[in-house]
């Protein structure tokens, strides 16, 4: 198993802020996916990176792939209600598996 | 929205009994996966698929068998279902193995 951690596992903040999300492993992986999930709803892709040191950026989303491919980062500037839900790394390393990290659960408070 | 549908929605279930649950596409996807979704855990995959009677293991397997026979159908099978079991089953497609994978709205099996 290609452990993928990510943190923190909660994260509640008022809407405005900024905040980063953390995806971290001990493996290499080939490419890296940011999906975020809604109660009761399968989740949903929001970017692929596959290249070190990559940023990819989605309107208020930076997403940011590590040097040595181990690690990425999520960053949200000026958060909103609709940012609300969990956000899941998927690490694929060539074994056509994507393993998923445990989650980040993004409250933010009007 | 990817065409992808998942059946049941909820189940319950009683332990020791086998359970079916079925990921139907209309993408043409080549290949489908089943995962799990538990607190703690994140998702896990048990088995995927890519291609008709093509399927290998995930890192949860035990408990569960999986059969593809058509392009657009993946089932999977809980053959003496355990508490353990309990969760929230997700189905997905992908184009190609490395690719972007779009997710049912999951089915939530209740194992009492």
């Known amino acids: 198993t290609q452990l993928l951690e990510q943190s923190p596992q909660f994260l509640s903040i008022q809407e405005g802020e900024n905040l980063t999300v953390y995806c971290n492993s001990s493996?290499?992986?080939?490419?890296l996916q940011w999906y975020r999930q809604e109660p009761g709803e399968g989740p949903v892709l929001l970017v692929t990176?596959?290249?070190?040191?990559e940023v990819k950026k989605l309107k208020r989303l930076t997403f940011q792939f590590g040097d040595a491919r181990k690690d990425s980062s999520l960053h949200i500037t000026a958060a909103q209600p609709g940012d609300t839900g969990l956000y899941l790394c998927?690490?694929?390393?060539?074994?056509?598996?994507?393993?998923f990290g445990t989650g980040t659960s993004l409250t933010v408070i009007p | 929205d990817a065409g992808i549908t998942q059946s049941p929605r909820h189940k319950v279930t009683e332990t020791g009994t086998p359970v079916t649950l079925r990921c139907h596409q209309t993408?043409?996807?080549?290949?489908m996966y089943w995962y799990r979704q538990d607190p703690g855990h994140g998702l896990r995959l048990i088995h995927y698929?890519?291609?008709?009677?093509?399927?290998d293991k995930g890192e949860v397997s035990d408990g569960y068998s999986v059969s593809r026979s058509k392009t657009e159908d993946f089932l999977l099978t809980l053959e003496s279902a355990t508490s353990s079991q309990t969760s929230v089953y997700f189905c997905?497609?992908?184009?190609?193995?490395?690719?972007?994978?779009?997710f049912g709205q999951g089915t939530r099996l209740t194992v009492v």
């Open positions: 997905a497609i992908g184009y190609t193995g490395g690719s972007e994978a779009f």
């Open positions: 493996s290499v992986f080939s490419s």
């Open positions: 998927a690490g694929e390393s060539g074994g056509n598996q994507f393993y």
């Open positions: 698929s890519y291609g008709v009677k093509d399927t």
């Open positions: 993408e043409n996807h080549r290949y």
């Open positions: 990176v596959v290249t070190g040191g």
